[in-house]
């Protein structure tokens, strides 16, 4: 006689259910934050790409001007305050009725009206930025000059970058500060936008090279939620920073140095020597 044999089946058990249920919803919380965390990377190598790009623009227009870096019209003393945003609507940055002196962006905005680059460039993706509505016409040349605006129509939305302030004081100048091809392979040229002091939860002269990673968000660029920022180095590379204490001597990229040990002295100022950047404008 054959003995047919059945082996018994049984179901999940309540808690194999659960751990399975459990197990499903913690991959579903975790999706988001996967997500988030590879656009902000996919953000990060485009906003360096993009300081690239101007890196290699004002590489072209220092060759096309005697190895100097993008500046429209300047004065000279021993107090020299950077300003921005202004003469937009004029047609030529460097009459008297265009942008006023020591304008750093309208130095920037140059780029645009003599090299071949496009206004979305100035824009992190990862910030609230929107592209330039600039438009221009000529050719640029001394029959043909470009004409168009001469500086960025809102510096608060068409621009995520802060440039080195090109306008030195008279002690500046004495101590042989230059903005040209022959900077030094580390100096800091350009960056994501200078936090300032008074954005939310910014303050970039509260922090030091001793502060915490928490309290140097503070520093950092608002662009990437003051996780750090790409900088912009003279010899056109473009490295992520987690903290502004970079650049020739490791102080402050956002700050002017006193030149004797990185003390972060003001904003608003012209650098201290060739070791010193100061990138603006500010977020404030």
């Given at each position: 006689m054959t003995r047919l044999c059945s082996r018994s089946r049984r179901g999940f058990t309540l808690v194999?259910?659960?751990?399975?249920?459990?197990v499903c919803?913690?991959?579903?919380?975790?999706?988001p934050a996967c997500y988030t965390r590879q656009e902000r990377g996919s953000n990060r190598v485009k906003c360096a790409s993009n300081l690239r790009q101007i890196g290699q623009a004002i590489l072209l227009y220092s060759n096309d001007n005697a190895g100097a870096y993008p500046r429209t019209r300047a004065t000279a003393g021993r107090v020299v305050t950077p300003t921005w945003g202004t003469g937009a609507s004029a047609t030529n940055p460097?009459?008297?009725?265009?942008?006023e002196p020591n304008d750093v962006t309208a130095a920037l905005f140059l780029l645009l009206r003599t090299q071949d680059i496009t206004a979305e460039v100035f824009t992190c993706p990862s910030s609230n930025a929107e592209r330039d509505p600039a438009t221009f016409t000529g050719a640029g040349t001394t029959t043909q000059p470009t004409?168009?605006?001469s500086?960025?129509?809102?510096?608060?939305?068409?621009?995520?970058?802060s440039y080195q302030n090109p306008?030195?004081?008279?002690?500046?100048?004495e101590r042989k500060w230059h903005l040209d091809n022959a900077i030094p392979a580390e100096y800091a040229v350009a960056a994501d936008?200078?936090?300032?002091?008074?954005?939310?939860g910014h303050n970039v002269l509260a922090v030091t090279v001793k502060s915490s990673n928490q309290q140097m968000k503070q520093g950092n660029s608002a662009n990437h939620d003051g996780d750090g920022q790409n900088v912009l180095y003279g010899d056109g590379h473009v490295e992520w920073q987690m903290n502004p204490f970079v650049g020739v001597e490791r102080d402050n990229i956002y700050t002017v140095s006193d030149g004797k040990g990185g003390n972060a002295q003001a904003l608003l100022d012209s650098p201290y020597d060739l070791k010193d950047s100061i990138l603006l404008p500010t977020d404030d």
């Amino acid at each position: 006689m054959t003995r047919l044999c059945s082996r018994s089946r049984r179901g999940f058990t309540l808690v194999e259910l659960l751990v399975v249920l459990f197990v499903c919803v913690f991959l579903l919380a975790m999706f988001p934050a996967c997500y988030t965390r590879q656009e902000r990377g996919s953000n990060r190598v485009k906003c360096a790409s993009n300081l690239r790009q101007i890196g290699q623009a004002i590489l072209l227009y220092s060759n096309d001007n005697a190895g100097a870096y993008p500046r429209t019209r300047a004065t000279a003393g021993r107090v020299v305050t950077p300003t921005w945003g202004t003469g937009a609507s004029a047609t030529n940055p460097f009459n008297a009725d265009g942008p006023e002196p020591n304008d750093v962006t309208a130095a920037l905005f140059l780029l645009l009206r003599t090299q071949d680059i496009t206004a979305e460039v100035f824009t992190c993706p990862s910030s609230n930025a929107e592209r330039d509505p600039a438009t221009f016409t000529g050719a640029g040349t001394t029959t043909q000059p470009t004409i168009g605006p001469s500086n960025f129509h809102d510096v608060k939305k068409n621009l995520s970058y802060s440039y080195q302030n090109p306008y030195p004081n008279d002690g500046a100048v004495e101590r042989k500060w230059h903005l040209d091809n022959a900077i030094p392979a580390e100096y800091a040229v350009a960056a994501d936008m200078n936090p300032g002091t008074t954005g939310d939860g910014h303050n970039v002269l509260a922090v030091t090279v001793k502060s915490s990673n928490q309290q140097m968000k503070q520093g950092n660029s608002a662009n990437h939620d003051g996780d750090g920022q790409n900088v912009l180095y003279g010899d056109g590379h473009v490295e992520w920073q987690m903290n502004p204490f970079v650049g020739v001597e490791r102080d402050n990229i956002y700050t002017v140095s006193d030149g004797k040990g990185g003390n972060a002295q003001a904003l608003l100022d012209s650098p201290y020597d060739l070791k010193d950047s100061i990138l603006l404008p500010t977020d404030d």
